[in-house]
């Protein structure tokens, strides 16, 4: 334990690849780092959830699942044109409706109001299927049937729907500060990349394309609102309650203190639900018109066209290296449609990060476009970036006669090359020893012939690689990988209570959220381990800002890293004031006692009271810790690394692929859950397979409506189309990340997944495919150029 005065520095956290300066509090006492002799007993458990058991019966409660007494129900009117100006709202057919009560406009907002920093209900359209009213009823039916009734009349004005047409000379005006963000494209560079090239014995260059990706979580967007008074109680869907907190009391202008948000259950969010969003906005405000508690669920069209998307994009790349396959230089030029709001995910950063490289110069350019705004979606940016780099990094092997992965393990970067210091910690080349061995990727040459060994391939094989089943259509066997690397270290404000009650159960209060996850499960272990208690013992409340303490949004790989610590600390001094009092009773120092199992023993074991002996004694005395998570050291790299293996089967008659397997070899630091990272890694694995092979959002080009906006035309990969999935996280502890030795795994998964896919399917077909998703047509598009 080390103990020492609270005090406040500036510092440095990195956010899904965007580094923000913050001034944090470096904590009076932190425990003492688990290191990779600590003797831990729950920590490293494979413990199932400690909610599935009200998951899987229909006992736990979702924002959608809430009914209360008297509650009206809400559903948005969208605008049919990507581009205009509604010129008229006509409610009358709406408010004929049995039980719809309002069409709610523009002009009955008290003020005007913006959310994610757009005109809430405006008239001025930028893009299909934004809200321009929002309709009240008695039911969630006659919601529906209002919104669907209101007539509109409006002007369309042109649409920008590519980048190509936003940059153009002329083009109209999306945004005031122009259709770029930030006026200008974006240049990063080290080294002196033109005289790299002009002294390259080896240059190959190349361009893909990515396709928008939905995010298309099980639980949609949603919130219902209450009022008690002037104080209004909000369940949401939310991957962030103190950020709704802070954004719904600025929409409505009073003070935090009169907003609680409450999220308890979760069905996903991948990035889309970081902020609350019309939705939110509007249940409140239609709440304490009516003075009725108002429900508002999104429906999956609007889910699909108004909650964000991860954004296309289009890369060229080229790329230099020495007879020997070292890189010499990396060039990438980036173009991302954000769509009408967005920030820069890098799909650029990977390129400076993944490989050691002396001369890198990327230029990112992020252009608004008539459409819905782009939302971080797990691994925003490098996630297309990985496809781009990694298709290349085959490109060159190829070119120079050289293994894959020999060709990465000789580029393997030993330190932080993108802000030039070590890492904490890289198991990146066991990773690669560990997953090609799982893989047998030596073997593959040996597999593609004999077509056998898992089973799935038919009879029939032929030395030439084509194989046939038993009369049906003729399959290319190929094998792949990618590499991945993701900034993970997670970071502050986190805080954390820990307190035991009399009857020695134990209550962990903090302000973040379990997705779906597992969080609340790996916080009671590391509570559990800290305190020396029994896992049964502990119970996690979280997501209510009302009841605990502030944690940031559950995003960027950075919850248990940055949550975990502050546990493990409020725990720690729990536990030592527990000691303290037991030490009283028993007549010893408190150095002489140990607390597990939610007991405490003396050393030598010859005295011993439970937990609950203690907290009797005691009476009303409340044991309690305070955690609070300090800052990163900032001269050094924290990130999570891995590399993924495929092998496919392409059928050249109808381009169709299926995924056969994946082995998946990650470095997260320490694994507090081994079953739930499994779980982690297995559903980054199926998201990154979408990317890959069916996902798209499709819009129409005249007109900027979207024309795929459900989850029957939009093509998620089903239970059908799982492979045999072997992932595993390699033995692996990070003691200079933060105290528990752990880094985050949510994002790195979906990384290489695709890029492994491609290559696998280049490796088959013998051309390669750089456009995702891998569909049919496109995979038949390129056997024929």
């Not at 359209?125 to 969630?140: F, H, I, K, L, S």
């Not at 029994?534 to 944690?551: F, K, N, Q, S």
Request: aromatic share 6%; with cysteine; hydrophobic share 45%.
């Amino acid at each position: 334990m080390s103990d020492g005065e609270r005090r406040f520095i500036t510092t440095s956290v990195e956010v899904e690849g965007r580094f923000e300066n913050r001034v944090v509090e470096v904590p009076g006492h932190e425990a003492a780092p688990w290191g990779a002799d600590a003797e831990l007993h729950v920590v490293g458990r494979s413990v199932p959830r400690m909610d599935a058991r009200q998951k899987v019966t229909g006992s736990a409660t979702f924002t959608a699942d809430l009914l209360l007494p008297g509650m009206l129900h809400a559903a948005f009117v969208r605008a049919p044109i990507a581009a205009g100006r509604i010129t008229q709202i006509d409610p009358a057919a709406a408010l004929a409706i049995e039980g719809v009560l309002e069409v709610f406009t523009a002009e009955q907002l008290p003020r005007p109001i913006k959310v994610a920093g757009a005109p809430l209900l405006s008239s001025q359209v930028r893009y299909a299927g934004q809200p321009v009213a929002v309709v009240c009823a008695e039911t969630a039916r006659g919601a529906r049937l209002g919104a669907r009734a209101v007539a509109l009349a409006y002007e369309a004005t042109e649409a920008v729907l590519t980048p190509g047409a936003a940059r153009a000379a002329g083009a109209p005006t999306i945004r005031p500060t122009g259709n770029v963000l930030g006026g200008a494209p974006t240049v990063t560079t080290r080294g002196d990349v033109d005289a790299a090239f002009r002294d390259a014995l080896m240059v190959v260059e190349e361009s893909y394309a990515t396709a928008s990706q939905l995010h298309t979580a099980l639980e949609p967007h949603g919130a219902v609102a209450q009022w008690e008074g002037d104080r209004v109680t909000i369940w949401e869907s939310t991957q962030g309650v103190f950020r709704v907190r802070a954004e719904v009391a600025r929409a409505l202008g009073v003070s935090t203190s009169r907003v609680r948000v409450i999220k308890e259950y979760m069905g996903g969010g991948f990035g889309a639900k970081n902020n609350a969003g019309p939705h939110t906005v509007l249940a409140a405000l239609l709440a304490r018109r009516h003075a009725r508690p108002v429900r508002c669920v999104l429906d999956r069209f609007g889910e699909q066209v108004d909650t964000g998307h991860r954004p296309a994009s289009a890369t060229r790349v080229r790329m230099a290296a020495d007879g020997d396959g070292r890189l010499q230089a990396i060039e990438a030029w980036c173009e991302v449609p954000l769509g009408v709001e967005g920030w820069a995910a890098s799909v650029a950063a990977i390129f400076h990060e993944m490989y050691a490289c002396p001369n890198v110069r990327t230029t990112e350019a992020f252009v608004y476009v008539n459409e819905q705004a782009m939302q971080a979606f797990r691994a925003p940016g490098h996630a297309e970036g990985a496809f781009a780099l990694e298709r290349t990094m085959d490109l060159l092997a190829g070119r120079l006669g050289m293994d894959p992965l020999e060709l990465r393990m000789r580029n393997f970067a030993a330190r932080d090359e993108a802000r030039q210091r070590a890492y904490s910690s890289n198991g990146l080349l066991q990773c690669y020893a560990e997953g090609a061995a799982r893989f047998g990727w030596a073997e593959r040459e040996m597999r593609r012939n004999a077509g056998v060994g898992d089973g799935m391939v038919a009879e029939g094989a032929a030395a030439d690689g084509i194989l046939k089943s038993g009369g049906g259509p003729q399959r290319l066997r190929g094998f792949g990988m990618a590499s991945q690397v993701w900034g993970a270290g997670g970071g502050p404000p986190a805080y954390a209570t820990v307190r035991l009650n009399a009857d020695a159960s134990v209550d962990v209060l903090s302000g973040t959220q379990d997705l779906g996850t597992g969080a609340r499960t790996v916080l009671a272990q590391v509570a559990a381990e800290s305190l020396g208690a029994r896992l049964e013992d502990v119970r996690v409340i979280l997501g209510d800002t009302e009841r605990t303490p502030y944690a940031g949004n559950s995003w960027g790989s950075m919850t248990t890293a940055s949550v975990g610590p502050a546990v493990q600390s409020a725990a720690d001094e729990a536990r030592l004031k527990l000691l303290d009092a037991a030490a009283e009773l028993l007549e010893c120092h408190p150095g002489d006692l140990v607390a597990r199992d939610s007991a405490i023993t003396t050393r030598d074991g010859a005295r011993r009271l439970t937990f609950a002996e203690v907290t009797r004694k005691l009476g009303n005395v409340m044991i309690m810790g305070q955690g609070s998570r300090g800052p990163n050291t900032q001269d050094m790299g924290i990130m999570s690394f891995g590399v993924q293996f495929a092998e496919v089967d392409v059928e050249p008659d109808t381009g169709h692929v299926r995924v056969l397997r994946i082995v998946a070899a990650h470095d997260v630091g320490r694994v507090i859950n081994p079953l739930l990272a499994g779980s982690q890694l297995e559903g980054g694995i199926l998201q990154g397979m979408g990317f890959a092979l069916g996902e798209e959002r499709l819009v129409d080009a005249h007109t900027g409506r979207p024309v795929n906006p459900t989850i029957h035309d939009y093509k998620l990969p089903t239970i059908a189309d799982a492979p045999l999935i072997d992932a595993f996280c390699i033995n692996s502890v990070d003691q200079a990340a933060n105290p528990i030795g752990a880094r985050g795994l949510a994002e790195p998964p979906v990384i290489p997944t695709a890029p492994a896919i491609a290559n696998a399917v280049a490796d088959a077909l013998g051309v390669a495919v750089n456009h995702l998703p891998l569909t049919p047509w496109r995979v038949i598009a390129s056997l024929r150029a």
